[in-house]
């Protein structure tokens, strides 16, 4: 496996450095992360098991960590044991954390300057923040940037978008941009798939998990271009975590906020993608 120091600049680069899995061992973890989901949303829901938890924790760990932290262990113990994946292979590359953490804070910030840009003098504190800012930093951090966000863009954007290139280019011999292609497509159906037991177990309505599974196959394509165009996973987990759980700051605020974080992957696509047309003049 290459070094972090030695991954070659580039979507290419980084795949080509990628320890590639047997295909029986990625369709197998395809069924396991199902398996899992179905688990955990329908069967055994931690959340609900140990309801007391976060409270007791001050709220740092919420609901929603709880509910990811037997995945992270049974996906985590079959990627890195049995598929003898490391950081590099899912694109977790520490150098590129701290770059990430500043976009996605900007992009928080921004979001708060626009709502307030557009309520001049007519703003105040969201009510859900007195007395309870643990409690919310507690959700978007733990349960997202640590628990959601993090363990589905690791594994559908990193791990089977990348190992799904790998198989079709050495497999079926396709050009890396079919492959490429065709991997994005595939793991965001997957992707928007996943989600089913959470609507099962939520009791929706078909008309609802339709319009859901149209927007999450959209997030996923638009998720996979955002790091494959930037070459950053965290950046991807971090807006993926916004979006799921904004955070607003003001009163009110709330839908416009979501409503601004979930443009803002289009707009940072669009940004790097202008670079990267002018880094190849």
Known sequence: MASEKSVQPGVRGWIQSVRPVPLWFLVLAIVMYMVVVYLG???????????????ATGHVISPTFLNYVPMFIIMGLLLVLVGRLRCNDLGLIRQRFLPALAW???TWIAAQLFFLLIH????????AWHGRVVKRLGELVTGQMLGNALYEEVFWRAFVISQLVLVFTHRMKWTFGKALTWAIILSSILFAVSHLPHDFAHDRSAISILGLQAARL?????????FLLSGNIFIAIGLHSLMNYSAALFEGSSSLTTGFIAFAPLLVLVILAIRRRMASR
């Open 41 to 55: 949303n329908l069967v055994a829901n931690p959340a609900k098991l140990l309801p007391s938890l976060p409270a």
């Open 218 to 226: 959209a997030g996923g394509i638009i998720f996979a271009w955002l």
């Open 104 to 106: 996605v804070l900007c």
């Open 120 to 127: 001049l003098g007519d703003v105040s504190l969201d009510p």
